[in-house]
């Protein structure tokens, strides 16, 4: 039996939310699918890190083509037409055209439901891929029930019967990366003196950036959080010049830290020393660093927006609904110690239910069952 995987997202060397997700599946999938099973890895290019190191009848196949882009529809394709595993999965991306068995996952529909914050053919783009998906693929996998939801509501017409159910797996909190007294040496020290605000995720309009940098504004005001930071930790999205206009004319800009993208140690380690977590997004399919503040019972400000509500503890998130409500909110998150003591107890008891270990082995499942049906 021959398994296919679609490891071009987690090859990206600056990973965020779906990369993430390719790259850990893909190495749980190392430790838990059986030795009589080949995998070959599909990339653009070879495979660097840790995900180069493959076990005992795996094997990396880099496809290069002449374009920058359509690296799927031409190039995973055109392999997919010469020499197609038994069974093909798509962690992070979309259905090539040209395609055997094939299970993807499919993480969320935002461009659908906020179109406003995508280009014309983005829209149009991932409109189709979504739907041409859903029509050829034998499996569908999505990380909440409320994207599953989501996708039934919009797009329940074009659902083909013989992609059967679709397959909710909650995705993992990850506390490998974590800082420990081991590796704290290795790990450059970035972090603030005074309490600080931490966000993390691409900065733009739909991420709610310009609601917290108004919020923060806000609470600044307030003498009592004078000494108080704000942090970014995140590549420029949609809408970043508008950020940036923002922050300049801030007259609190010097509280305000944009550190850009950071790898994983030093992501960490700024949850682990910040005072409140926050996570303005105004839609989520699943919300990995929400479980990361919990893990490392950070406390959490939130929109109570998309999955949000699903994958996060509830004692653990104060919520708000509409900004106006974000400044209030985060003043009394910041003040409310009692409830800091119990999410520093409770938020990585939360954290355990979600494992890479568990969602690798019940996508596993759903793979076994392909690869068995397709023998039969």
């Known amino acids: 039996m021959i398994l296919g995987i679609d490891a071009s997202r987690a090859n990206v060397m600056q990973k965020t939310g779906v990369e993430w997700y390719a790259w850990r599946i893909i190495q749980e999938f190392k430790n838990i699918i059986p030795p009589d099973v080949r995998v070959i890895l599909y990339s653009r290019e070879p495979l660097e890190g840790a995900l180069a ?18 690296w799927t529809h031409l190039g995973l394709a055109y392999e997919m037409f010469r020499r197609p595993p038994d069974v093909l999965f798509i ?21 659908v439901r906020h179109p406003e914050y995508y280009r014309i053919f983005e829209r149009w783009y991932h409109w189709w891929t ?41 995705l993992g909190s990850d506390a490998s990366s974590a800082v420990t007294a081991d590796n704290e040496a290795s790990v450059p020290m970035i972090i603030p003196e005074e ?35 704000l942090l970014l930790v995140g590549r420029p999205g949609v809408g970043f010049p508008e950020i940036e206009v923002v922050i300049a004319n801030s007259p609190y800009r010097n509280d305000i830290h944009h550190l850009g993208w950071l790898p ?13 977590f926050v996570f303005p997004s105004q839609y989520e399919g699943f919300g990995i660093p929400l479980l990361e503040a919990a893990a490392c019972g950070v406390p959490v400000v939130a929109r109570r927006a998309g999955s949000l509500p699903e994958i996060a503890g509830h004692d653990l998130v104060h919520w708000f609904d509409e900004p106006y409500e974000l400044p209030l909110v985060l003043k009394d998150a910041l003040l409310d110690l009692e409830w800091h003591h119990y999410v520093k107890s409770e ?4 954290a355990t239910r979600f494992s890479w270990r568990a969602a690798a082995m019940r996508t596993w499942d759903v793979l076994r069952r392909a690869l068995q049906n397709g023998r039969g």
């Open 53 to 70: 190191k493959l076990p005992p009848l795996w094997e990396s196949r880099v496809i290069t083509t002449p374009f920058n882009r359509l």
């Open 91 to 111: 962690p992070a991306h979309v259905l090539p055209l040209i395609h055997p068995r094939t299970v993807i996952a499919l993480h969320d529909i935002a461009s």
């Open 130 to 170: 979504t739907r041409y998906a859903l029509r050829h693929a034998w499996r569908i996998i999505t990380p909440s029930r409320f994207t599953a939801q989501e996708i039934q509501e919009v797009f329940g017409r074009g659902l083909s019967v013989a992609t059967g159910p679709i397959e909710v797996i909650h």
């Open 264 to 276: 994983e140690p030093e992501k960490q380690r700024l949850l682990q020393a910040a005072h409140v």
């Open 195 to 229: 309490p600080y605000l931490l966000h993390i995720g691409r900065l733009e309009r739909k991420k709610g950036t310009l609601d917290l940098l108004r919020a923060f504004e806000i609470v600044k005001e307030d003498s009592e959080h004078a000494a108080l930071k």
């Open 347 to 350: 938020g990585p008891k939360h």
